[in-house]
């Protein structure tokens, strides 16, 4: 059963956190912390979109766009931060750059001409041939961007760095699932982004236990690489 009133307070609590997460973590000086605190931004925004969905404000489109576009963008940058400095990495060097800069294209494309736009929380939403290029492009980048955080995680042997990794997967998660679904079915259904919030919600009570810490770790430097990837 959808009860608007009960995601209404979900997602008011994932504000409350990705907020005060954010706070503390842009608190400490260092680039990781930096990135990351951006890329908590991004899902508030995303989270706050969801809100404007289910009041109907206006704008509400817009909100959630840039909420995803931040996410995708900061997430990837955030992510791969903590890669090894080697000569060559194929993850930070070529795919994260190439997959951030797509993803400005179909923003700016989209803020000239949207290519979705949601409607109440239960309908579903078709997608255009260039919305499903775009969800592919969000599957990959946020799978990157949690697979660059497994890579760290062989290299920074920390606590923080792993509870980080874990609520990204309730973070992010949720979002690859539902651009894996646009993709296969060319549909985009709102209620799914209500859903989206309760696997948020664990990853943000996470998040305030790995921030604090923080994220200033010193890139590892070892010249090995990481051949496999769980998260591909």
């Not at 000086?29 to 009041?55: D, V």
Request: hydrophobic share 60%.
């Amino acid at each position: 059963m959808f009860n608007l009133t009960i995601f209404s307070v979900i997602i008011g609590i994932n504000v409350f956190l990705l907020g005060a997460s954010a706070f503390f973590i842009f608190r400490e000086k260092h680039i990781g912390n930096f990135l990351i605190g951006l890329s908590i931004i991004g899902l508030l925004i995303l989270e706050m979109g969801k809100l404007s969905l289910i009041f109907n404000f206006v704008l509400e489109d817009k909100v959630l766009s840039l909420g995803l576009f931040l996410t995708v963008l900061f997430w990837l940058a955030a992510s791969a931060s903590f890669l090894p400095s080697k000569p060559f990495s194929l993850n930070k060097a070529i795919l994260s750059p190439v997959f951030g800069l797509l993803c400005l294209g179909f923003f700016f494309v989209w803020w000239i001409k949207p290519f979705v736009v949601t409607g109440d929380l239960g309908s579903s939403v078709q997608l255009s041939k260039i919305a499903q290029y775009f969800f592919v492009l969000v599957v990959f980048s946020l799978t990157l961007a949690l697979s660059n955080l497994e890579r760290a995680l062989y290299f920074l042997k920390q606590k923080n760095i792993r509870l980080l990794f874990v609520s990204a997967l309730f973070l992010l998660g949720p979002y690859i699932f539902l651009s894996t679904y646009a993709v296969l079915f060319s549909v985009v259904s709102a209620k799914f982004l209500a859903y989206s919030s309760i696997t948020v919600l664990a990853g943000s009570i996470i998040l305030i236990f790995s921030r604090r810490a923080g994220f200033g770790v010193e890139q590892a430097k070892e010249a090995g690489s990481i051949q496999t990837s769980v998260s591909f």
